[in-house]
């Protein structure tokens, strides 16, 4: 597929200018967040936007209603999260967020600041459609069924399979080779994008990438699946620490809550099911977290029927939306009338809707129209 326009993926430097006010997108490579990141973050949404940090199915951040850019620009940079003009938007990459701590067969998350710093240290690079994505799977098959660009998947405790397209190549390589390949088949996809916005969607995509990286397949390939529940609760890690999983009610995460999750200081991670993994507590100060940011909203119950719905965003932020989706799932969740994994969307596009088995419930002139899978 040869795509006529460059892709419209918002960022920092470029809002994308929705029915509400322009909205920024942040880019936070392996969703990781660092404490005084977050309260710039929340600082930032509630003097700036509208008082909400949103988190994406990619496991990065957005504002919305943004008031002054160039003030945005100027403390996100100071808080290190725009370190690049050029390569802002190519910044995508999600890993596993448990790795190194929580079972898995590799720890994925040294690879990221690699990555990052390959990309953004190559010039060309920056011409990278913003919808590309990499992917860091430690092994335990949560990032790998996410439909990516180019990533790698553990395999063994020093191998990965290269994966493109959301598929194994049936390649396998070193994880000390892993960023350097990866960055080769970036280069591979550009030289044969024409236009594209993703490697699916170039013809025989994949075969050309593996022609430019000079590879060959050597193993039958892995299947992946589609993840779809985030870690949540208490999630004992390998050393005796705790991580927590914190589902994030419609991944819109209140300023002030924000604010509390920064002086937990901790660095967090933001994963791609629009939740949050808070690692290495010891135990107290695990239940302490509960006791009070549970009350405060975050979920740490698995149960919760909060953790079965999605909702694109609707009105107000979007002009196409017949209604305040928002609102209206959120009054199905607290009246018990959310029993199944449900996608709620203002019209028939259904934006942000999750990979993976998910009934739609999509606003039409005639109220809500429900299509069970
Ligand atoms: S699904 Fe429709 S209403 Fe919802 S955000 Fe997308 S375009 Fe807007």
Same mark, same amino acid.
């Given at each position: 597929?040869?795509?006529?326009?460059?892709?419209?993926?918002?960022?920092?430097?470029?809002?994308?200018?929705?029915?509400?006010?322009?909205?920024?997108?942040?880019?936070? %490579?392996?969703?990781?967040?660092?404490?005084? /990141?977050?309260?710039?973050?929340a600082e930032a949404a509630?003097?700036?936007?509208?008082?909400?940090?949103?988190l994406t199915s990619r496991?990065?951040?957005?504002?919305?209603?943004?008031?002054?850019?160039?003030?945005?620009?100027?403390?996100?940079?100071?808080? &290190?999260?725009?370190?690049?003009?050029?390569?802002?938007?190519?910044?995508?990459?999600?890993?596993?967020?448990? $790795?190194?701590?929580?079972?898995?067969?590799?720890?994925?998350?040294?690879?990221?600041?690699?990555?990052?710093?390959?990309? /953004?240290?190559?010039?060309?690079?920056?011409?990278?459609?913003?919808?590309?994505?990499?992917?860091?799977?430690?092994?335990?098959?949560?990032?790998?069924?996410? &439909?990516?660009?180019?990533?790698?998947?553990?395999?063994?405790?020093?191998?990965?399979?290269?994966?493109?397209?959301?598929?194994?190549?049936?390649?396998?390589?070193?994880?000390?080779? $892993?960023?350097?390949?990866?960055?080769?088949?970036?280069? &591979?996809?550009?030289?044969?994008?024409?236009?594209?916005?993703?490697?699916? =969607? @170039?013809?025989?995509?994949?075969?050309?990438?593996?022609?430019?990286?000079?590879?060959?397949?050597?193993?039958? %390939?892995?299947?992946?699946?589609?993840?779809? $529940?985030?870690?949540?609760? !208490?999630?004992?890690?390998?050393?005796?620490?705790?991580?927590?999983?914190?589902?994030?009610?419609?991944?819109?995460?209140?300023?002030?809550?924000?604010?509390?999750?920064?002086?937990?200081?901790?660095?967090?991670?933001? +994963?791609? !099911?629009?939740?949050?993994?808070?690692?290495?507590?010891?135990?107290? @100060?695990?239940?302490?977290?509960?006791?009070?940011?549970?009350?405060?909203?975050?979920?740490?119950?698995?149960?919760?029927? !909060?953790?079965?719905?999605?909702?694109?965003?609707?009105?107000?932020?979007?002009?196409?939306?017949?209604?305040?989706?928002?609102?209206?799932?959120?009054?199905?969740?607290?009246?018990?009338?959310?029993?199944?994994? =449900?996608?709620?969307?203002?019209?028939?596009?259904?934006?942000?809707?999750?990979?993976?088995?998910?009934?739609?419930?999509?606003?039409? +002139?005639?109220?809500?129209?429900?299509?069970?899978?």
């Amino acid at each position: 597929m040869t795509r006529e326009v460059p892709d419209s993926c918002p960022g920092v430097l470029r809002l994308h200018q929705a029915a509400d006010g322009p909205l920024a997108r942040i880019r936070v %490579p392996g969703g990781r967040v660092e404490p005084a /990141q977050l309260q710039a973050l929340a600082e930032a949404a509630t003097e700036l936007g509208d008082g909400n940090i949103e988190l994406t199915s990619r496991g990065n951040l957005q504002l919305r209603q943004v008031r002054d850019a160039g003030e945005l620009t100027r403390r996100l940079e100071a808080a &290190g999260l725009l370190p690049s003009h050029s390569h802002e938007r190519v910044r995508n990459i999600v890993a596993s967020p448990l $790795a190194g701590r929580v079972g898995g067969l590799l720890d994925v998350h040294p690879l990221v600041p690699l990555l990052d710093n390959g990309l /953004q240290g190559v010039a060309r690079l920056a011409e990278l459609p913003g919808r590309v994505l990499f992917t860091l799977d430690d092994g335990r098959g949560d990032i790998s069924g996410l &439909g990516g660009d180019i990533g790698v998947h553990a395999v063994g405790a020093d191998e990965f399979a290269l994966v493109l397209a959301g598929g194994d190549s049936g390649i396998r390589i070193s994880a000390a080779d $892993a960023v350097d390949i990866m960055l080769a088949a970036a280069h &591979g996809f550009l030289d044969l994008s024409a236009g594209a916005w993703r490697l699916r =969607e @170039v013809a025989n995509g994949v075969a050309g990438v593996i022609d430019h990286l000079g590879l060959s397949p050597s193993a039958e %390939p892995l299947a992946f699946a589609a993840a779809q $529940a985030p870690p949540i609760g !208490w999630l004992a890690q390998d050393d005796g620490l705790v991580s927590l999983g914190a589902g994030v009610r419609l991944g819109s995460l209140p300023a002030r809550l924000a604010e509390f999750l920064a002086a937990i200081e901790r660095s967090l991670f933001v +994963t791609p !099911w629009r939740s949050l993994v808070i690692p290495d507590l010891a135990e107290g @100060v695990a239940e302490q977290v509960v006791r009070v940011l549970a009350p405060m909203g975050l979920i740490f119950d698995a149960n919760s029927p !909060w953790l079965l719905v999605s909702a694109c965003a609707g009105q107000p932020g979007c002009a196409k939306s017949l209604t305040d989706v928002r609102a209206d799932v959120a009054a199905a969740v607290e009246s018990g009338r959310v029993t199944e994994r =449900e996608h709620w969307s203002g019209c028939a596009r259904h934006c942000g809707r999750p990979r993976g088995q998910v009934t739609d419930v999509t606003a039409t +002139t005639d109220g809500y129209r429900v299509d069970r899978l």
